[in-house]
């Protein structure tokens, strides 16, 4: 875990230094909110607009290897951009251009993983809309994790309120009935 947050912050201070807007969320704000677990890449949301994706995805490349051929081509066709640090760990960087990522990106706030390295993660509140808008199985298993640990502290109308388009986006709007489904089962007061 420890070379992930440093990894996550040799990437950390490439985005400051260009002064880029940025948040890691995934394995590592689930570090900071839910029950945590081993992960093995860092997973960050790059703020890049539509139409500027390709000089973001240039001054990355610059600084970190791709993961896979064509990497740019991909993250310019898929939204993420696959790298890989020095050491070997992922790099996961969402190009994000979304209302609701503009919106969890600039809610994100520090947080010490290490005594010599801070990250900004993404709220609770929007880790779980995240979670819950992937919806895989792991992600339902965190979103549990994070409900119970932040139990009377998360605001479940800001959550509805921006997983509701999401989910209307995806066409999936049993999503917000699983996450009702979880909340009455693991909030405990």
């Given amino acids: 875990m420890i ?53 973001f995805i240039g001054i990355l490349l610059e600084h970190f290897e791709g993961r896979i051929p064509s990497a740019a081509q991909f993250a310019l066709e898929r939204r993420v951009l696959l790298l890989r640090s020095r050491k070997g760990v992922g790099l996961d960087v969402a190009l994000g251009a979304l209302p609701f990522e503009k919106l969890a990106v600039r809610r994100s706030s520090i947080f010490h993983y290490l005594p010599e390295i801070a990250l900004r993660t993404c709220t609770a509140e929007d880790l779980v809309v995240m979670k819950a808008f992937a919806g895989r199985g792991q992600d339902w298993v965190d979103v549990e994790r994070i409900i119970v640990r932040q139990t009377g502290k998360l605001n479940w109308a800001y959550v509805r ?29």
Avoid: M, N, Y
């Fill in 3 to 55: 070379e992930v947050i440093q990894a996550a912050s040799e990437l950390q201070a490439v985005c400051q230094k260009q002064d880029w807007e940025f948040c890691f969320i995934g394995g590592l704000a689930l570090q900071r909110w839910g029950e945590p677990r081993e992960t093995v890449d860092a997973d960050l949301t790059l703020l890049t607009g539509f139409g500027s994706e390709e000089h």
């Fill in 161 to 189: 309120a921006q997983l509701r388009p999401l989910a209307e986006l995806k066409e999936a709007p049993e999503i917000l009935e699983h996450l009702e489904r979880r909340r009455v089962e693991f909030e405990h007061f």
